[in-house]
């Protein structure tokens, strides 16, 4: 049990953490840390937005359900890599790898000497886990993720997120399929190191035939994590600006602005198992398994 | 047959789940970075070839300090040259570079082109190392107690009397270290 626990938080604290890995983000400046971790931030939304419903249908009276969605995200060709800002007499003509690019770092050759920049750790699928819980009422489902406090060595990781969806097609008489809008808010933060915000309103429909269910949706979002990290001041730098030691706080917005959702959902008696694709900035694979009534 | 079925999902999920942030955590378990390093080469006198040297030590930086005893692998990856001031400034000689373990064996040696220093003054020359060079220095710095290196940049050809060089040499190392 403690492992299946660990396992489904495991995605989130492996995330958040990774930004605590000053190493790793010591050489960047203000400017190309948002260049390098743009695709990580936009997988954590694509991630962290994902998985919000599986039907239109809200109950009229009273429902309840708990589920634990999984997803795969994967990062396109052109989230590997990105143009480094790089001081005057440098060229940037090769980018540099994102924090989803390949190992080797690089270097650029200038009249200051060499400027480095980080590599990055060569995944281009990324999976994903969360759990959920929701209760519905008049048609209007409230639904909540969570979870509590985790200690990772002398830091804390908080993750909350909370969804409000309401049926729409419950106003409209004989409306062959299910229409519903929802707005999604989820929070994660790691100490003072990290704190993204996530939002997403979608509109979403779906009709079923039997125990079978198809789904679709349209998605708007955005994710934006601020970013406290230290520069380690190298004298051998050629960028005047990681010379010396320097605290760093840089808000990262993630390139994930509107998706399109579809997929189908199998209902049997309590148990509902659904499947679907988000394709976004990040094309993202959903799967869940939920327990409802 | 239902719960049969239920089961078979759950412990898949799992399974994926697990195996695929193994992968993931695998990757998060090393980090490789190149560190760049700068040396001083100053060469004066009335000869018709002068040399200077300059020690490498790998010590000499922090990421690199901070983590010996978790360094994988450290290699040589880029090499470069810059005149800061050369007096006078027609100065003409040809340049070349020499890089030597720390008991002195040459590991190899590469000359600069053109023969004016004044050429790479602002504009450094990054020398394009063959795959046996590069080879043979990471062989060197494969045992990771070799910590130092030395260069040496030699002018010949030039006409006598007085005569100051001030260069700077940029190398880069590649170092893959556990986090």
């Not at chain 1, 489904?8 to 010591?26: E, G, H, K, M, V």
């Not at chain 1, 991630?47 to 995200?73: D, E, P, Q, R």
């Not at chain 1, 010396?244 to 189908?264: C, L, P, T, W, Y």
């Not at chain 2, 990856?77 to 007096?87: D, P, R």
Request: aromatic residues 12%; hydrophobic residues 40%.
């Amino acid at each position: 049990m403690i492992k299946a626990y660990w396992i489904i938080f495991l995605s989130i604290i492996l995330f958040t953490t990774s930004f605590a890995q000053d190493d790793r983000f010591s050489q960047l400046n203000s400017d190309n840390v948002k260049g390098y971790a743009t695709p990580l931030v936009t997988t954590l939304g694509m991630g962290i937005n994902s998985g919000g419903f599986h039907s239109a249908s809200v109950a009229k009276t009273f429902g309840f359900s708990i589920s634990l969605k999984g997803m795969m995200i994967t990062v396109p060709n052109d989230q590997l890599t990105f143009k480094p800002s790089l001081p005057d007499g440098y060229n940037s003509d090769e980018n540099a790898p994102t924090f989803w690019g390949e190992k080797g770092g690089s270097s650029y050759l200038g009249p200051n000497g060499y400027i480095s920049l980080p590599g990055g750790i060569d995944e281009q699928s990324i999976p994903f886990a969360m759990p959920q819980v929701a209760v519905s009422f008049l048609g209007t489902e409230v639904m909540l993720r969570f979870i509590p406090t985790i200690k990772a060595g002398d830091e804390e990781i908080n993750f909350f997120g909370l969804g409000v969806k309401h049926s729409v097609s419950q106003y409209i008489p004989l409306l062959p399929l299910d229409i519903a809008v929802q707005g999604i808010y989820n929070k994660v933060k790691f100490s003072d190191i990290v704190e993204g915000t996530n939002l997403a309103f979608n509109v979403h429909a779906s009709k079923s035939f039997g125990i079978i269910a198809l789904y679709s949706g349209l998605q708007y979002e955005s994710s934006k994590f601020d970013l406290n990290y230290t520069i380690k001041g190298d004298p051998n730098s050629g960028d005047p600006t990681l010379r010396q030691d320097k605290e760093i706080s840089a808000e990262v917005d993630g390139d994930n602005n509107f998706r399109f959702i579809v997929g189908g959902a199998l209902k049997l008696a309590l148990i509902v198992i659904n499947a679907d694709i988000n394709l976004g900035s990040q094309t993202v694979f959903t799967t869940g398994l939920s327990f409802e009534f | 047959m239902r719960k049969n079925n239920k089961n078979i999902f759950i412990a898949g999920f799992f399974v994926l789940a697990f195996s695929f942030n193994g992968c993931l955590l695998d990757a998060f378990d090393t980090l490789t970075q190149e560190l760049p390093y700068t040396y001083n080469l100053s060469i004066s006198g009335d000869a018709t070839t002068l040399e200077s040297t300059a020690t490498v030590n790998l010590d000499n930086n922090d990421f690199y300090d901070d983590n010996q005893g978790k360094i994988n692998k450290i290699e040589l990856v880029k090499l470069a040259y810059k005149t800061k001031e050369v007096n006078p400034e027609n100065l003409q000689g040809n340049i070349s570079l020499t890089i030597k373990q720390s008991n002195g064996t040459v590991i190899f040696s590469k000359s600069i082109p053109g023969n004016q220093p004044s050429l790479y003054t602002n504009n450094p020359y990054e020398l394009s190392l063959t795959q046996q060079e590069i080879q043979l220095a990471n062989t060197y710095l494969s045992n990771l107690s070799n910590k130092q290196l030395i260069i040496t940049a030699m002018v010949s050809g030039l006409t006598e009397g007085p005569k100051s060089l001030e260069a700077e040499i940029f190398i880069v190392f590649e170092m893959d270290y556990d986090l």
